[in-house]
C-alpha cells in the first residue's frame, strides 16, 4: 500500500514539474529567493560599515522610491498581456506612450519629493538619493514593453534570469560601494546602476516590435481597465503596512518590533511565491481559450498543493524560529506559525483577482482585493488589544474563510458565460 500511495505521489509530481505554469512558478519564485539570498549577504555587509543614522537616511530614500514605483504597477501592462491577436499592436502603441507618459509625470514626482526632502533634512543627503533615483523611472519605458511582451508569451525563465542578474549585481555593488565608504549611497547608489541590465536583458530576444501602421486602440478603454487593478496593487500594497500601523498604535513598539520579526520570518518565502504564483498564472490564464478551466486546474494543481507547503512550514517554524534566529527570538515561534497560516489565503485570492483580470474585469479584481483587505485587517484591530496571538489567528481565520468563498465563487459552473453576457450587453 505504501509502495503504490509513493508510486502515485511520484507520478504526479513528475506531471506538475512538465506543465509549463509550474516551470514558470519555479523559475519566478528561484528569482526571488536569489535576490532575498542576496539581501541577506549584503545586509552583513552594511550592518559592519554603516551606523544607525546611514542606514535611517538610505531608508527613506528606498522607502520613497518604492512607494512611487507601486504607480508602475498600473494595469497597463496588464492590458497588453492580455490584448487579442488582432489588437494587440493597437493596444501596445498605446500602452508604450501612455507609460512614456506616466514614468516620466513618476520621475518629476520623485524629482520634487527629493528637492522637499532637501528643505527638510539638509546637509543628509536624502533628498540627492531621492531626486538620483528618478533617473530609473526615465529609463524604465524603454524596456516596459517588451517585458510585457516576454511576460504575454510567458518567457518566465528569461524574466527570471534577467531579475536574478539585477538582483545579483545590486547587492554586489551594495556591498563593494560599502567597503569603498560611499556611506548611505551604497544602497541607493547599485538601483541606478544596475537599471541598463535590466534594460539589455529584457530587449535581447524581445517578442516585440513597434508597429506604427497599426494605430492606436483608445487610451480611455485602456485606463478603464487600467485604474482598478493600479487601485488593486495600491491596496495590496498598503494591507502590508496597516497591520504593523494597528500593532503600534495599540500594543506599542517592543509589540511591533516582534511582530515585524515574525512578518519577515514568515512571510519572506511565502511572499516571493505568492508574487511568483500570480505573475505566472495570469499569462496562462490569459491564453487559455477556457479561462474557468484554466484557473480551476491552477487552483487544485498548484494553488492547494502550494497551500500544504505553508501549513509545513509553519509547523516547521516552532522549531527553526530557535534555531536560526537564536533562542532569544523563541517566544515569537507560534507567532510565526501563525502568519504562515495566512500564506495560502493570500495565494488563492491572488489567483481569483488573476482570473478576473484575465476576463477584462478589472472592476471586480478591485472589490476582491478590497474584501481580502476588509477580512484581514477588521479582525486584527479587533483582536489586537487581546495580544498579537489573537489578532493574528483572528486575521488568518478571516482570510482563510473569504479565501474559499471567493475561490469557490471563481470557480462556480456558470461563471464564465455569466461573464460573457456581462461584457456583450
Known amino acids: 500500500m505504501s509502495n503504490y500511495i509513493l508510486s502515485r505521489a511520484t507520478s504526479q509530481a513528475r506531471r506538475l514539474t512538465r506543465h509549463r505554469l509550474t516551470r514558470n512558478i519555479g523559475w519566478l519564485t528561484g528569482a526571488e529567493m536569489v535576490s532575498r539570498i542576496g539581501r541577506i549577504f549584503a545586509a552583513v555587509i552594511l550592518a559592519r560599515q554603516l551606523d544607525a543614522t546611514a542606514f535611517g ?100 525563465k528569461h524574466l527570471a534570469a534577467v531579475g536574478s542578474a539585477q538582483a545579483v549585481a545590486d547587492h554586489v555593488l551594495t556591498a563593494i560601494l560599502a567597503l569603498c565608504g560611499f556611506g548611505a549611497w551604497a544602497i541607493v547608489l547599485p538601483k541606478v546602476l544596475t537599471v541598463p541590465i535590466w534594460l539589455l536583458g529584457v530587449r535581447h530576444n524581445s517578442p516585440w516590435m513597434r508597429n506604427t501602421e497599426a494605430g492606436f486602440a483608445p487610451a480611455g478603454a485602456l485606463l478603464k481597465f487600467s485604474m482598478p487593478v493600479l487601485g488593486a496593487e495600491l491596496l495590496s500594497a498598503f494591507r502590508d503596512q496597516l497591520d504593523k500601523l494597528i500593532v503600534s498604535l495599540v500594543l506599542g513598539i517592543e509589540a511591533l518590533g516582534l511582530y515585524y520579526f515574525a512578518f519577515n520570518a514568515g512571510l519572506g518565502a511565502s511572499t516571493a511565491l505568492n508574487r511568483a504564483f500570480s505573475n505566472a498564472v495570469y499569462p496562462n490564464l490569459c491564453a487559455a481559450a477556457d479561462k474557468l478551466r484554466a484557473f480551476r486546474k491552477a487552483v487544485l494543481g498548484l494553488g492547494l498543493p502550494l497551500s500544504l507547503a505553508y501549513c509545513v512550514q509553519a509547523a516547521a517554524a516552532l522549531v527553526y524560529v530557535p534555531v536560526v534566529f537564536g533562542a532569544d527570538w523563541a517566544p515569537a515561534a507560534p507567532l510565526v506559525a501563525l502568519l504562515c497560516l495566512g500564506g495560502p489565503a493570500r495565494l488563492l485570492v491572488d489567483g481569483a483577482r488573476m482570473h478576473a483580470r484575465a476576463e477584462g474585469r478589472s472592476g471586480q479584481e478591485f472589490r476582491i482585493a478590497l474584501g481580502l483587505s476588509a477580512s484581514v485587517l477588521a479582525p486584527f484591530a479587533l483582536a489586537a488589544p487581546l495580544g498579537l496571538l489573537s489578532a493574528a489567528a483572528a486575521s488568518v481565520i478571516g482570510a482563510s474563510a473569504y479565501a474559499m468563498a471567493v475561490t469557490l465563487w471563481r470557480a462556480r459552473p456558470g461563471l464564465e458565460t455569466h461573464a460573457k453576457y456581462e461584457a456583450a450587453s
Not at 528606498?62 to 489588437?87: C, L, P
Open 57 to 156: 537616511v538610505a531608508a527613506i530614500a528606498i522607502t520613497v522610491f518604492e512607494i512611487v514605483r507601486v504607480f508602475t504597477e498600473n494595469g497597463i501592462g496588464a492590458a497588453v498581456v492580455r490584448a487579442g491577436k488582432t489588437e494587440f499592436d493597437k493596444v501596445a502603441n498605446t500602452a508604450h506612450r501612455l507609460m512614456w507618459l506616466v514614468c516620466i509625470g513618476l520621475a518629476a514626482v520623485q524629482l520634487m519629493i527629493g528637492i522637499c526632502l532637501e528643505a527638510l533634512l539638509p546637509g543628509r543627503g536624502a533628498g540627492a538619493m531621492v531626486a538620483m533615483l528618478s533617473v530609473v523611472f526615465l529609463v524604465m519605458p524603454f524596456g516596459l514593453l517588451h517585458a510585457y511582451c516576454l511576460q504575454r508569451d510567458e518567457r518566465m
